[in-house]
């Protein structure tokens, strides 16, 4: 059966939902980002784009190429308000989706255009978007998705298109070879050296040089100047929550030691928030005492993935919660209300320096591990002092929610917030 796979994505969606709440902002260079010369764009308006301007550019660069530009800092709540309208819109309409950020979406319509027609349906849904959130949305459908996604990219701004089946490698060929996903800039420099600029010239080259070149990635991206693509839409679920605990082989009351392995603990949570693009906005710590009576409190805070904020809350969650001094035998921390989103989110609050290091620091976790490299404060939690405690479990959410919590309740009165 011949596949039919859809790629949607909202157009300059933190702009556009800028535009949505203030209508003045239409037609006007906007960027969205930090506020301060030391952010960074996060997104901008076309009108911007225009001025050379592109997201990820210093706010201060923006700002000297467009002094008229209008900066919004941005609103994380409703752009995950209307992403989530969005999703919802999708999910009653079509039979598998996969959200694969805030703004963007693949469809499988495979066996629907007996009954529809394929391409008049993905019209149909994204009409229906547009009436009903006002915002612009483009999409392509083609075979598999990364014809797809390349062909949204072509469909921009605010359109529509298909590649028709065997069609791939012809709608391909005059692309640039940037328009390939997996060509980011040192892969593109790289290809540029030897005389690479079309998709064409690609096609053309034998798989065995590319391979040579660029390893086993050189066969993923001669496949894919070829339009060929054999992975699946994967279903969509929503991730409430992600959450982890560590229970010692001895009952402690070392605070100095019970913070290290917090600040561990919140490292590698945050580092599992940044590889599934998720931000949190609630932050959970959780004590179990020697007798078994079992304490959490919780703090709501802007949306983040940055480990400096979050290690800060815990730390002070911890402090209020810790009132007893008495021996500690499990700790645990969990970050839910979770929403997609990466490092653009952070980017509004002028932290640029601190995600460049938590980008540097999560290459090597994803070339070396996730313990490659870490706070010297977190360090310890790792050296598997058995003398103190046992092993770290990550749960999910569903599973963690059926443990038994034995919370006193007078207890539980004298604390600000147990939930």
């Not at 706010?59 to 919004?72: N, S």
């Not at 941005?74 to 969005?86: A, I, K, L, T, W």
């Not at 600040?263 to 906005?281: F, G, H, P, V, W």
């Not at 209020?320 to 499990?330: F, G, N, S, V």
């Amino acid at each position: 059966m011949d596949r039919n796979v859809v790629h949607m994505d909202l157009d300059s969606f933190f702009v556009s939902v800028e535009r949505r709440l203030n209508p003045k902002l239409e037609g006007k260079p906007v960027l969205v980002g930090g506020s301060s010369d030391r952010g960074v764009v996060a997104s901008c308006s076309y009108e911007a784009r225009a001025f050379g301007i592109h997201s990820a550019m210093p706010m201060k660069t923006a700002r000297q190429l467009c002094p008229d530009a209008i900066v919004v800092k941005g609103d994380h709540e409703q752009y995950s308000y209307f992403s989530n309208m969005v999703t919802d819109i999708i999910k009653e309409n079509v039979p598998l989706y996969e959200k694969t950020s805030i703004d963007e979406f693949y469809i499988d319509l495979t066996g629907m255009d007996r009954f529809f027609g394929c391409y008049k349906l993905a019209g149909e849904l994204r009409q229906r978007i547009m009436r009903e959130t006002a915002l612009p949305i483009s999409f392509a459908l083609s075979a598999n998705k990364t014809v797809s996604k390349i062909g949204t990219g072509q469909a921009k701004p605010n359109g529509q298109m298909q590649i028709p089946l065997g069609n791939e490698k012809e709608f391909l060929a005059p692309l640039s070879i940037r328009k390939i996903p997996m060509v980011g800039e040192k892969t593109y420099q790289l290809l540029r050296s030897m005389g690479v600029e079309k998709v064409k010239t690609m096609q053309e080259m034998p798989v065995q040089l590319l391979q040579q070149v660029l390893g086993e990635n050189g066969i993923v991206l001669w496949k894919k100047a070829h339009g060929i693509d054999t992975s699946p839409v994967e279903p969509y679920n929503e991730r409430k929550s992600i959450s982890t605990e560590c229970t010692f082989e001895k009952d402690t009351i070392d605070v100095a030691h019970l913070k290290r392995v917090f600040i561990s603990m919140t490292e590698k949570l945050t580092y599992q928030l940044r590889a599934e693009e998720k931000l949190t906005s609630c932050v959970t710590v959780k004590i179990r005492y020697s007798d078994f009576n079992t304490y959490t409190m919780q703090m709501r805070i802007p949306y983040t993935a940055l480990d400096e904020t979050l290690i800060e809350k815990v730390k002070e969650l911890f402090d209020k919660l810790y009132q007893k001094r008495m021996l500690i035998r499990m700790v645990g921390i969990r970050f839910s209300h979770l929403i997609q989103g990466t490092y653009q989110f952070d980017l509004f609050n002028d932290m640029s320096e601190k995600i460049q290091l938590s980008q540097a620091m999560d290459k090597l976790r994803n070339k070396f591990g996730n313990t490659a490299v870490m706070r010297a404060a977190g360090i310890d939690l790792d050296k598997r002092d058995t003398s103190l405690f046992g092993s770290v479990k990550s749960l999910p959410a569903e599973q963690k929610n059926k443990q038994t919590t034995n919370v006193s309740q007078n207890n539980a009165a004298q604390l600000p917030h147990v939930l």
